[in-house]
Protein backbone atom coordinates (compact mmCIF):
# COMPACT_ATOMS: atom_id res chain seq x y z
CA UNK A 1 0.00 0.00 0.00
CA UNK A 2 0.88 3.59 -0.18
CA UNK A 3 3.38 4.72 1.90
CA UNK A 4 4.27 8.72 2.79
CA UNK A 5 7.26 9.82 5.27
CA UNK A 6 7.87 13.43 5.70
CA UNK A 7 11.20 14.88 6.88
CA UNK A 8 13.19 18.26 7.14
CA UNK A 9 10.89 20.26 9.41
CA UNK A 10 12.55 21.82 12.39
CA UNK A 11 13.21 25.10 14.24
CA UNK A 12 14.15 28.46 12.41
CA UNK A 13 13.86 31.90 13.07
CA UNK A 14 11.47 34.25 11.06
CA UNK A 15 12.80 34.86 7.40
CA UNK A 16 14.31 31.46 7.47
CA UNK A 17 14.42 28.46 4.39
CA UNK A 18 13.40 24.62 5.22
CA UNK A 19 13.43 22.26 2.85
CA UNK A 20 10.77 19.67 3.29
CA UNK A 21 11.02 15.98 1.72
CA UNK A 22 8.16 13.29 1.40
CA UNK A 23 9.22 10.25 0.33
CA UNK A 24 6.27 7.73 -1.26
CA UNK A 25 5.96 3.94 -1.18
CA UNK A 26 4.57 1.62 -2.60
CA UNK A 27 2.55 2.34 -5.86
CA UNK A 28 3.62 4.27 -8.88
CA UNK A 29 4.50 7.60 -7.79
CA UNK A 30 4.69 9.61 -11.01
CA UNK A 31 1.04 8.52 -11.77
CA UNK A 32 -0.25 10.52 -8.22
CA UNK A 33 -0.50 13.90 -7.70
CA UNK A 34 0.68 15.27 -4.46
CA UNK A 35 -0.42 17.88 -1.83
CA UNK A 36 1.13 19.52 1.18
CA UNK A 37 -0.77 20.72 3.97
CA UNK A 38 -0.22 21.82 7.23
CA UNK A 39 -2.16 21.93 10.64
CA UNK A 40 -1.45 24.78 13.26
CA UNK A 41 -2.38 24.80 16.86
CA UNK A 42 -5.76 25.28 17.24
CA UNK A 43 -6.72 25.52 13.98
CA UNK A 44 -7.86 22.48 10.90
CA UNK A 45 -5.98 21.20 8.54
CA UNK A 46 -5.17 23.38 5.69
CA UNK A 47 -4.00 23.19 1.86
CA UNK A 48 -0.49 24.46 1.40
CA UNK A 49 0.26 23.29 -2.49
CA UNK A 50 -0.17 20.93 -4.65
CA UNK A 51 1.72 19.35 -7.88
CA UNK A 52 0.77 17.57 -10.83
CA UNK A 53 1.53 13.81 -11.40
CA UNK A 54 4.02 13.15 -14.18
CA UNK A 55 6.59 15.91 -15.18
CA UNK A 56 5.00 18.27 -11.86
CA UNK A 57 4.59 21.09 -14.75
CA UNK A 58 1.54 22.35 -12.99
CA UNK A 59 1.35 23.75 -9.47
CA UNK A 60 -1.22 24.89 -7.45
CA UNK A 61 -0.80 27.16 -3.96
CA UNK A 62 -2.66 28.46 -1.37
CA UNK A 63 -2.68 32.30 -1.00
CA UNK A 64 -0.77 32.35 1.99
CA UNK A 65 1.90 31.05 0.49
CA UNK A 66 2.19 31.68 -3.02
CA UNK A 67 5.63 33.21 -3.94
CA UNK A 68 7.39 32.20 -0.51
CA UNK A 69 7.43 28.60 -0.74
CA UNK A 70 8.04 26.09 -4.05
CA UNK A 71 6.77 22.42 -4.38
CA UNK A 72 8.43 20.00 -6.76
CA UNK A 73 8.95 16.48 -7.61
CA UNK A 74 11.65 13.91 -8.48
CA UNK A 75 9.92 10.90 -10.00
CA UNK A 76 13.52 8.85 -10.24
CA UNK A 77 13.44 9.50 -6.45
CA UNK A 78 9.59 8.98 -5.72
CA UNK A 79 9.66 12.22 -3.68
CA UNK A 80 7.96 15.48 -3.20
CA UNK A 81 9.62 18.53 -1.86
CA UNK A 82 8.34 21.53 -0.33
CA UNK A 83 10.72 24.64 -0.16
CA UNK A 84 9.71 27.09 2.24
CA UNK A 85 11.32 30.59 2.13
CA UNK A 86 10.61 33.83 3.93
CA UNK A 87 9.28 31.65 6.84
CA UNK A 88 7.13 33.40 9.06
CA UNK A 89 5.53 32.34 12.64
CA UNK A 90 2.48 32.06 11.41
CA UNK A 91 3.88 29.16 8.85
CA UNK A 92 4.40 27.08 11.99
CA UNK A 93 2.64 23.69 11.95
CA UNK A 94 2.73 20.24 11.42
CA UNK A 95 3.28 19.98 7.48
CA UNK A 96 1.75 16.72 5.73
CA UNK A 97 2.37 15.16 3.02
CA UNK A 98 -0.58 13.76 0.79
CA UNK A 99 -1.04 11.82 -2.00
CA UNK A 100 -4.49 11.98 -4.30
CA UNK A 101 -6.22 9.12 -5.36
CA UNK A 102 -4.21 8.28 -8.88
CA UNK A 103 -7.12 9.12 -11.07
CA UNK A 104 -5.69 12.15 -13.22
CA UNK A 105 -8.30 14.70 -11.66
CA UNK A 106 -6.25 18.13 -11.32
CA UNK A 107 -6.22 19.75 -9.39
CA UNK A 108 -7.03 16.80 -6.56
CA UNK A 109 -10.41 16.95 -4.80
CA UNK A 110 -9.37 14.39 -2.30
CA UNK A 111 -6.27 13.13 -1.24
CA UNK A 112 -5.98 9.17 -0.44
CA UNK A 113 -3.10 8.93 1.67
CA UNK A 114 -1.46 10.95 4.40
CA UNK A 115 2.32 11.14 6.09
CA UNK A 116 2.58 11.35 9.47
CA UNK A 117 3.60 14.95 9.81
CA UNK A 118 6.85 17.10 10.45
CA UNK A 119 7.11 19.91 12.73
CA UNK A 120 7.71 23.61 11.32
CA UNK A 121 8.23 26.17 14.13
CA UNK A 122 9.44 29.06 13.22
CA UNK A 123 10.35 32.02 15.60
CA UNK A 124 10.02 35.49 16.19
Known amino acids: QVQLVESGGGLVQAGGSLKLSCVFSGRTFSTYAMGWFRQAPGKEREFVAS?????????NYADSVKGRFIISRDNAKNTVYLQLNSLKPEDTAVYYC????????????????WGQGTQVTVSS
Open 51 to 59: IIWNSGALT
Open 98 to 113: AADLGLRNWPPSTYGY
